[in-house]
């Protein structure tokens, strides 16, 4: 099939997931096989733009990574209409330079793999008129509009291991153990796999919690002869005091937190009942290693698409899956914002855990 694109470039951005390397083979793939497309891979995400960082990327290039976790490109943090800075030796922005790499590389558009902050610079590269595609990569679940993400299925049951493995701990010793998962704005992997690791409690950053209202729960099951809890706390949980602070002066007393705040939890926990409490913080655990079957079928998907998308000139879009559709949704529409969990009580995931007797420390 012939199409208007004939080349185009690549790029993974922000914090890498189980899934990218996948996606990049089922883009590429589909564009040399489908379409006779000319991949140029982009290393580091927009950093390699404005460096100008870019090399082919042939059939040979993207064999045998379909099971590889991380990204073969590379990948950073960089927003390049975020504080910008003129290049002393180029004399030009970050923006500007990645305009003058796209023009370069005779690329007719490029795919943006990543979250929240990369499809929002994203939609800002194509409201300066390049032709972009984004997919929709992100452990936290939070991308609006897409029902579900890459990477979440693969992080998800690395948590819900975790907590597994946990319990028998807490069991033995008769602790409380704080489980603190990934989210930050948002708790999708903390409630997912709270439920899916039968936790007593679970922290949202949607719904802030009380620690007495923990401390009755933990100690309610102490009465009835349960000699240990287990706590999964999302990394941005918040107290009721903190949920009245402005924006600002939240995340100032956040950074002065000397741990991060399965600690602190766990620190109240104990001054609030007596009881020994125990942390693990998953961290980057979440993140690394061989993506689930699940996440490797979900990123496959979504770069196929995007490779029709290219031919299709559906340019300005993120592919995203609704309703188990592969759409395209504007990316103007996603930019700067962040999916949270419905905290209204009909939502069915907190309807379970509250059927179930779990406590969101409200």
């Known amino acids: 099939m012939s199409s208007v694109v004939k080349k185009f470039g690549i790029l993974t951005s922000g914090g890498d997931a189980p899934g990218l390397n996948s996606a990049i083979r089922a883009v590429c793939r589909t564009a040399i096989i489908q379409y006779g497309m000319e991949p140029v891979g982009v290393k580091n995400g927009y950093r390699g733009m404005v460096e100008d960082k870019c090399v082919p990327l042939g059939a040979d ?4 990574i379909l099971t590889h976790g991380g990204t073969i490109l590379g990948t950073s943090r960089d927003k390049p209409f975020k504080n910008p800075e003129r290049n002393p030796e180029t004399g030009l922005f970050p923006v500007e330079a990645i305009k003058e790499t796209y023009k370069k590389h005779k690329m007719d558009a490029l795919v943006c793999i990543g979250g929240n902050g990369t499809n929002t610079t994203a939609s800002l590269l194509a409201a300066e008129g390049l032709n972009i595609i984004g997919l929709p990569k ?5 991308i609006v509009k897409t029902d579900i993400t890459f990477g979440f299925h693969t992080a998800l049951d690395v948590a819900t291991e975790a907590i ?7 069991h033995s010793h008769s602790r409380i153990m704080v489980i603190e998962v990934m989210g930050h704005k948002a708790g999708w992997l903390a409630l997912y796999s ?36 287990i706590v999964v706390v999302a990394e941005g949980a918040l107290s009721r005091d903190e949920s009245l602070l402005p924006k600002k002066e939240l995340k100032k007393r956040r950074k002065m937190m000397p741990y991060s705040i399965a600690y602190r939890v766990a620190h109240e926990l104990e001054e609030a009942t007596g009881l020994v409490s125990r942390v693990t913080v998953l961290g980057y655990l979440q993140r690394g290693g061989t993506p689930s079957s699940q996440d490797r079928v979900l990123s496959t998907q979504f770069g196929v698409a995007a490779a029709h998308f290219l031919a299709q000139e559906k340019f300005g879009n993120l592919v995203a899956m609704q309703n188990n559709d592969i759409v395209p949704v504007p990316l103007s529409e996603i930019a700067g914002k962040v999916k949270n969990i419905p905290v209204k009580p009909e939502y069915s995931m907190i309807t379970a855990g509250r059927g179930l007797g779990t406590c969101f420390g409200d």
């Open 61 to 64: 290039d993207i064999s045998g």
């Open 164 to 170: 597994d493995r946990i319990h028998t701990t807490a």
């Open 138 to 142: 992100t452990i936290d679940n939070d």
């Open 194 to 229: 709270g439920i899916a690791g039968g936790a007593d409690v679970i922290l949202l950053p949607e719904i802030p919690y009380d620690i007495d209202s923990i401390a009755q729960c933990v100690m309610k099951r102490r009465d009835a002869g349960k000699e240990f809890s």
